[in-house]
């Protein structure tokens, strides 16, 4: 705890000689932060639009995630009998194993599979991210400004 004072105090200082705005700059900090997660919540979906197509697939197994939320993890392999990477996850029981079902897959399998419907959902999460990332750039050009010199 008095390593945490000791650090917040020299973060403190630093600002105050500086001329940095620690105001901005946390701001700038807890919107960063923000764009990060919301990436890498919106990669895979943003990749099965950009590169993703329509298979014909086939339920092969499910597992239950032990978490504080029930998640259905479902191994599919397309109807061709080629393996689909990644595994398709759903917040309820949609499908017995061996149900046909039609999902979305990033050939190179660098995404998770996902039912049209959901990547139907995420169409629009580009433009939420570009404004997010426009504010915390505006927000670190106006942390990074020098204070005007005080006139006495």
Do not use: N
């Amino acid at each position: 705890m008095i390593g945490l004072v000791l650090a917040a105090g020299l973060v403190a200082g630093w600002f105050w000689l500086s001329g940095f705005r620690p105001v901005w700059t946390a701001v700038a900090a807890v919107l960063g932060f923000l764009f990060v997660v919301s990436v890498l919540q919106e990669t895979g979906p943003s990749l099965l639009q950009l590169r993703g197509g329509q298979v014909e697939a086939q339920t092969m197994g499910l597992r239950e995630s032990d978490g504080p939320a029930d998640r259905y993890h479902y191994t599919v392999t397309a109807l061709s009998g080629r393996a689909i990477g990644g595994e398709l996850s759903l917040d309820e029981q949609a499908y017995q194993v061996g149900e046909s079902l039609t999902v979305v897959e990033e050939p190179d399998g660098l995404a998770h599979p996902m039912l049209p419907a959901e990547v139907a959902e995420h169409r629009q999460s580009w433009l939420a991210l570009l404004v997010l990332y426009l504010a915390t750039a505006l927000l670190c050009f106006l942390a990074g400004r020098p204070r005007r010199p005080k006139t006495a």
